[in-house]
């Protein structure tokens, strides 16, 4: 009986960190599961250092060209400063380099086009553009039954990409968290364009919008598509592990061993 026991257990206590698949076993009841799904949106996007990486060199672009009388040289190499010795204390702290190397080229690409430019509002049009790709990803990615937000969760656990796909409760659950993602990247678009058209009276503006719609909105984002994870995902709810048919409807090579062929 006990064996029984160990063997049905959900309780993710007492596994390894990363060796359980989102796809096979059963998921922790009361919404345990839902918190550790969380956490790894958050720390596959960055986590708090992700967000300090790409929005600090923009503050910075932007205090200085305002203080220094639009010197735009001035202000582009006080960001690329900035996102480089941002990227030297992720290496000190033995941190992963790949949102500081990312907002590093980032802030490269962007201070390339402004001062090709000499628009100061171009130094937020990658951004720009960088939010409506992202949109749209997410948007098609739902429409083919392939919703971001399983992927990176995936990733990040270094779990199985497609196990999750064999449940069509996981499915769903993270096939609405991603439309928060989509309005996301939206509201950041709808807010943000209309300054960057506006031009360089609107540059300090752009700034601050740029900035406050880093963090907070990215926060929110993360706290409603754990809600709507939990929401969606019962209690006790039991994770689909079957491995599903090919293409041709036939049953996988192990199981189809395990069958005695029919008689005609």
Known sequence: MSSRSDASDPRPVSRPAGASDPGAGESAPDGESDAGELYSIGGAFGGASGLLDTGLPGVAFVVAYTASGQDMRLAVILALTCAGLLTVLRLVRRQSLQHAIAG????????????????????????????????LAYAVSILVRWPLIGIVVAGFQQTSLTAWRRDPVLLRAYSRASWIWVAMFL?????????????????????????????????????LSYLVIKRTVPSGHRVRTERPRDEAGSEPAAEAANVEPTRP
């Open 104 to 135: 590093f080229l980032g802030v490269a690409v962007a201070a390339y086009i402004a001062s090709r430019t000499g628009r100061p509002e171009d130094f937020f049009l990658p951004g720009l553009l960088i939010n409506a790709a992202y949109a």
């Open 187 to 223: 509201v950041r678009l709808a807010v943000q364009l209309p300054l960057y058209l506006v031009g360089e009276d609107a540059l300090v503006a752009l700034g601050i919008a740029r900035v406050a719609m880093g963090w907070p909105v990215f926060l929110v984002a993360i706290w």
